[in-house]
């Protein structure tokens, strides 16, 4: 599913998917309006539904509340009402996120870990999850989330810090930047690779039983590690082009979040594959190329 103004300008705004945009049908639809999620489950009668579509950007967030709560909310609320009418039988995944733990209560998240979101778009997830929840006990609908830590790879947006960062290096490299900008240095993510994560994903949806899931790799990094490591890639000293500025730290800071994903291990079978360094390495090298910079394709040692 895609929106009209997407579909109009499929190179544009497709760009990302435009290897696999071939063997896909993609079909117009709006999270916002109601009537169409519903024509696409009566046309398509799917038999899984993968909902990740969301205002995503966390620190958007907190300049469009308003916007944010509305989309994600209401959007998550019409695919799984649309869904419980038209195809029941139909498996439903909800993409949670970590930030639904925010301001943490233990080290490491876990399923039941308490939730304590710090942004509109953690409290967005969260009512999400629930109503996922809530589907699956009222209606029967065999509807899982997953709890995924941050995900990413060569298709990251530019505005999140990973790709910030390798997109940065890149352009340092071919001249055309000289400083990068960011914001919270100290805070730790665990980042994992989106293709393993999708795995994830669809694991859950061929289990007989619905059921919520933590999906991470269990090791947790400081933006400053992932700055070590992909300037160190190339050779080059982040002292030299790093500046802290406050237009990025955020009104409400998710300081540490670190998943054990031992659940899904345990009955889906999952574990990642891309491991840390592996994760920049690939970032690194796919911005640099599309400069028409090459690297050395050999995995790096982690350095942070
Ligand atoms: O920030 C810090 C920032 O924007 C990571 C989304 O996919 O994962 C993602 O959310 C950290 C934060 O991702 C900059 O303060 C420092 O602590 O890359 P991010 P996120 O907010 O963790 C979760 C699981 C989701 O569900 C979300 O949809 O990096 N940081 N300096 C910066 N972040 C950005 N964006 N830009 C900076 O300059």
């Known amino acids: 599913m895609a929106r009209r103004v997407a579909l109009e300008d499929p190179s544009r705004r497709l760009g990302r998917i435009g290897p696999v945009l071939g063997r896909l049908h993609l079909h117009a639809a709006s999270l916002e309006s109601f009537p ?21 950007f966390v620190s958007y967030s907190f300049d469009d509340e308003f916007s944010t709560l509305n989309t994600n909310i209401n959007g998550t609320h019409f695919v799984l ?72 790879s060569p298709r990251r947006g530019f505005e999140f810090v990973t790709r910030k960062i390798t997109s940065g290096v890149a352009r340092i490299l071919a001249g ?45 990094h400081s933006v400053s590690d992932f700055v070590r490591n992909a300037f160190g890639l190339v050779g080059l000293d982040p002292k030299k082009f790093i500046v802290t500025d ?35 390495h690939e970032m690194v090298i796919t911005d640099c190329a599309s400069l028409g910079i090459t690297l050395p394709s050999a995995k790096s040692a982690e350095t942070g």
């Open 36 to 56: 169409s999620i519903y024509q696409i489950f009566r046309a398509v009668q799917p038999e899984e539904c993968y909902h990740l579509a969301a205002q995503s």
């Open 81 to 152: 009402a649309a869904l419980k009418d038209v195809v029941p039988k139909c498996r439903f995944y909800f993409a949670g996120s970590s930030e639904m733990f925010g301001k943490v209560t233990e080290i490491p998240q876990i399923e039941t870990t308490r939730f304590h979101p710090r942004s509109a778009y953690g409290i967005s997830k969260v009512a999400g999850f629930d109503l996922t929840r809530n589907y699956r006990e009222a209606y029967g609908i065999h509807a899982s989330s997953g709890i995924l830590f941050n995900h990413e």
């Open 176 to 220: 055309q930047l000289n400083e990068l900008r960011l914001g919270n240095l100290e805070a730790k993510r665990d980042w994992g690779h989106a293709r393993d994560y999708v795995e994830a994903m669809w694991s859950m949806l061929q289990q007989e039983q619905p059921d919520d899931y933590v999906v991470a790799t269990g090791k947790s």
């Open 246 to 280: 406050p237009e990025f730290y955020r009104p409400a800071e998710v300081q540490i979040l670190v998943g054990n994903a031992a659940k899904a291990q345990a009955t889906l079978g999952w574990r990642p594959k891309t491991d840390f360094a592996g994760l920049v």
